[in-house]
């Protein structure tokens, strides 16, 4: 079982990155999916989750700029990232956990691809 994210890079302040999060070895169905972003020498935080359902919450820091969308036939998430700052920079994670609620924290997700950098200059 491999989550693959994708689609970091560099941008300015105010630009907008994709990243895309590729699930395969199964189905996750049943699962909720979560971003989580680690900036150097912080914590890994939650961003943003979609349950199997398509319910959706996200971190009050980013409610309003980013959006979390599913793709449960292509076994896919997005993370559409709008108006990003430089607080916004971090090394951004895709996971998975056998649940139908949100989840927020590290240790209850079961399944995380390997991170990419997202750098938002100023």
């Known amino acids: 079982v491999q989550l693959q994210a994708s689609g970091g890079g560099l941008v300015q302040a105010g630009g907008s990155l994709r990243l895309s999060c590729a699930a395969s070895?199964?189905?996750?169905?049943?699962?909720?999916m979560s971003w989580f972003r680690q900036a150097p020498g912080k914590q890994r935080e939650w961003v943003a989750a979609?349950?199997?359902?398509?319910?959706?919450d996200y971190a009050r820091s980013v409610e309003d700029r980013f959006t979390i969308s599913r793709h449960n036939a292509r076994n896919t998430m997005d993370l559409q990232m709008n108006s990003l700052q430089p607080e916004d920079t971090a090394v951004y994670y895709c996971?998975?956990?056998?649940?139908?609620?949100?989840?927020?924290?590290?240790?209850?997700?079961?399944?995380w691809g390997q991170g990419t950098q997202v750098t938002v200059s100023s």
């Open positions: 996971a998975a956990a056998r649940s139908s609620r949100f989840l927020y924290s590290t240790t209850l997700y079961e399944y």
């Open positions: 070895g199964r189905t996750f169905s049943g699962y909720v």
């Open positions: 979609v349950t199997s359902g398509g319910s959706i």
